[in-house]
């Protein structure tokens, strides 16, 4: 199933009755209600609100980044409460540039759950029905089976990695917080050693992805020479690094893998190097 649905594609969907699970995924790191009362004030017909904190993260033990995978008899649990079967379609969307979106169609693909999809261009493209009704979620009657993510990469190959470097790491944060300027969010400023930096906004025009064939270009020229089995996605906190992987996999360059803890995780622990 293609990554991206665009929001004709969506409304097709809806004006026929197909089953379909919307999920609006907005969310501010700088005010963690702000979606929610986004949802509250208007959202696609249909969409339930999920939360990066609540639903898509574990609790953070101080060493295991900002927004830690939940693991995988959570996972499950959450599933359940929020109704995500194995056929149930899935589409997200945020107006964040799909990063929180993109986590949601991440942690999904990771289990081996293949209808997801993104709404291209997110809340910021969609431009018909607006609607203000609450959804709750409907739970599924039993708990789905157990799935380990496929594709995530733990902390320790990262450190393995920078020693023999063997594999790439890309970083989606941005360049000024790449390379240790203007840090906010984290108590350490830099990057892990040996990474490439690719913002994950430069993925998109306005808010919608480029196009495949310009995505696969830009990637392909990022990683001359590098296979993509070998890349390992990076941000903060596991959630903009997404978004770099599914622009890849849009491109048709699939099978890169994320590093979920990121830099967050990454600095939490001095003994780990630090580059500028």
Request: glycine fraction near 8%.
């Amino acid at each position: 199933m293609n990554p991206l649905i665009t929001t004709n594609q969506l409304q097709e969907l809806l004006d026929n009755g197909a089953n379909v699970l919307i999920c609006d995924c907005r969310f501010d790191l700088a005010k963690v209600s702000a979606g929610r009362e986004a949802y509250a004030h208007g959202h696609i017909p249909r969409a339930i609100y999920v939360d990066l904190d609540t639903d898509l993260s574990a609790a953070k033990t101080g060493t295991n980044g900002r927004h830690p995978l939940p693991d995988s008899d959570d996972w499950a649990s959450t599933r359940q409460r929020l109704g995500i079967g194995f056929n149930t379609h899935v589409i997200a969307y945020d107006s964040q540039g799909s990063a929180f979106a993109s986590r949601l169609w991440w942690m999904l693909r990771a289990i081996g759950h293949d209808k997801v999809q993104v709404l291209d261009g997110g809340w910021d493209a969609w431009r018909k029905e607006v609607s203000t009704a609450i959804v709750s979620p409907a739970p599924l009657a039993n708990k789905p089976d157990l799935m380990s993510y496929q594709g995530l990469v733990l902390v320790e190959e990262v450190v393995k990695n920078v020693a023999s470097r063997r594999r790439i790491v890309i970083d989606a944060r941005p360049p000024d917080r790449f390379h240790g300027q203007n840090e906010t969010l984290d108590p350490v400023a830099g990057h892990i050693p040996g990474s490439l930096n690719r913002f994950f906004r430069n993925n998109l025009e306005g808010s919608e992805f480029k196009p495949a064939a310009i995505l696969g270009k830009e990637f392909s020229e990022l990683l001359v020479n590098i296979r993509v089995s070998d890349v390992i996605h990076s941000c903060g906190s596991g959630v903009t690094a997404c978004v770099n992987l599914l622009a890849m996999e849009h491109a048709g360059l699939g099978g890169s893998r994320l590093y979920a803890g990121s830099w967050s995780e990454w600095c939490a622990d001095p003994k780990r190097p630090v580059e500028l």
